[in-house]
């Protein structure tokens, strides 16, 4: 049984810092393709960021470039979102994705992840 456990949410003011964790359990952590993806209220489940297998290729949102970064640990089973310099529009439920398959060109499309967690909620106040 595949499971995605995210942690590291909360509430931060304007301009602070989050990283984020998510947990990966009963999947080839170190084969598979890791994205984040957002959610806010209203809106559809948007892309943030992606990490290739080998941490070799990475893929932004534009609305992240420069603030913020993803990395992996395949010893932990763990992939990270850095966050820092947070807006208010960043706030959402923050979901971590995993995906046996995904290629470079594929890996900002939710359809490309067949493995979703729970999410963490990140609130942004001003």
């Known amino acids: 049984q595949v499971q995605l456990v995210e942690s590291g949410g909360g509430l931060v003011e304007a301009g602070g810092s989050l990283r984020l964790s998510c947990v990966a359990s009963g999947i080839t952590f170190r084969n598979s393709a890791m994205g984040w993806f957002r959610q806010a209220p209203g809106k559809e489940r948007d892309f943030v960021a992606a990490?290739?297998?080998?941490?070799?290729?990475?893929r932004y949102a534009d609305s992240v470039k420069g603030r913020f970064t993803i990395s992996r640990d395949n010893a932990r089973n763990t992939v990270y979102l850095q966050m820092n310099y947070l807006e208010l529009e960043d706030t959402a439920v923050y979901y971590c994705?995993?995906?046996?398959?995904?290629?470079?060109?594929?890996?900002?499309?939710?359809?490309?992840?067949?493995?979703w967690g729970q999410g963490t909620q990140v609130t942004v106040s001003s």
């Open positions: 990490i290739s297998r080998s941490s070799s290729s990475t």
């Open positions: 994705a995993a995906s046996p398959t995904a290629i470079t060109s594929t890996l900002y499309s939710r359809n490309s992840y067949p493995y």
